[in-house]
C-alpha cells in the first residue's frame, strides 16, 4: 500500500468512526465530481449543488455501511443518479404539461441514459487506474498541460505563465491531450467525463 493509499485508508477508519475532519477530506474529494455529474441532466448549477451536498450528508449518515474506502465513491453516484432521475421525471411531467416536445424528448433521453449506468465499486476503481495509465502515457508536457488543467483548475493563462509557454501553446496541448483519451478511452467515455472533467 503506497503512502496515499495508506493515508486514505486512515481517513476512511476515522470516517467510519465518525470522524467529521475525516469527511470534510472525502467531501471536498468529490463534490465537485457529484455537481459535475448532476448538471449534465439537471442543467442547473444551484440544483446540481444541492444534489451533491445531500449525497455527501446521505454518504455522512450512512457512513457505517460503506464497507470499503472504494464503495464511497459508487454509493455517492448512485444516490445522485437516482436524486437526478427523480427530478428529470417530475422536470418531464411538467414539460409535457406545457407541451415543450424538445425538452420532453431531451428528458426521456437523460433518463434512459441514467438508466443505463450503473456505479459498480470494482468498475468504477479500475475505470480510474485505466484513465491514470492513460494519462501518464501522454507526452510530458501535454500530460502537464492536462493536469493543471483538469486537476488543478487553473486558467490557462496561469498554466502558460507557469510553464514559460503561450496561450496558444496550452490550447493545442489540451486538444492534442483530448484527442488521445478519447481514442484511447472510447468505449468510456461518458464515464470519464463523470470523473476527470469537472470543469
Known amino acids: 500500500m503506497n503512502n496515499n493509499a495508506s493515508f486514505e485508508f486512515n481517513l476512511f477508519q476515522s470516517f ?56 464511497i465513491q459508487a454509493f455517492l453516484f448512485t444516490y445522485a443518479k437516482s436524486k437526478c432521475l427523480n427530478l428529470i421525471r417530475h422536470n418531464k411531467v411538467k414539460d409535457k404539461f406545457k407541451n415543450d416536445h424538445l425538452n420532453y424528448k431531451q428528458r426521456e433521453l437523460d433518463i434512459e441514459v441514467l438508466n443505463s449506468i450503473q456505479f459498480d465499486t470494482l468498475e468504477l476503481t479500475e475505470l480510474e487506474r485505466i484513465i ?18 483538469r486537476f488543478e483548475n487553473k486558467k490557462n493563462a496561469e498554466i502558460a505563465e507557469e510553464m514559460g509557454v503561450t496561450l496558444k501553446a496550452v490550447e493545442a496541448h489540451m486538444t492534442k491531450a483530448l484527442k488521445i483519451l478519447k481514442t484511447k478511452l472510447s468505449d468510456y467515455l461518458f464515464l470519464i467525463f463523470v470523473l476527470i472533467y469537472n470543469n
Open 16 to 71: 467510519k468512526e465518525g470522524d467529521e475532519t475525516a469527511f470534510k477530506y472525502f467531501y471536498d474529494k468529490y463534490f465537485k465530481r457529484i455537481q459535475s455529474f448532476s448538471f449534465q441532466f439537471v442543467n442547473d448549477i444551484d440544483e446540481a449543488e444541492n444534489l451533491a451536498q445531500e449525497a455527501l450528508l446521505h454518504l455522512w449518515q450512512n457512513r457505517e455501511n460503506i464497507e470499503s474506502i472504494n464503495g
Open 132 to 149: 491514470q495509465e492513460s494519462i501518464s502515457d501522454l507526452p510530458a508536457k501535454t500530460r502537464a498541460v492536462f493536469i493543471k488543467k
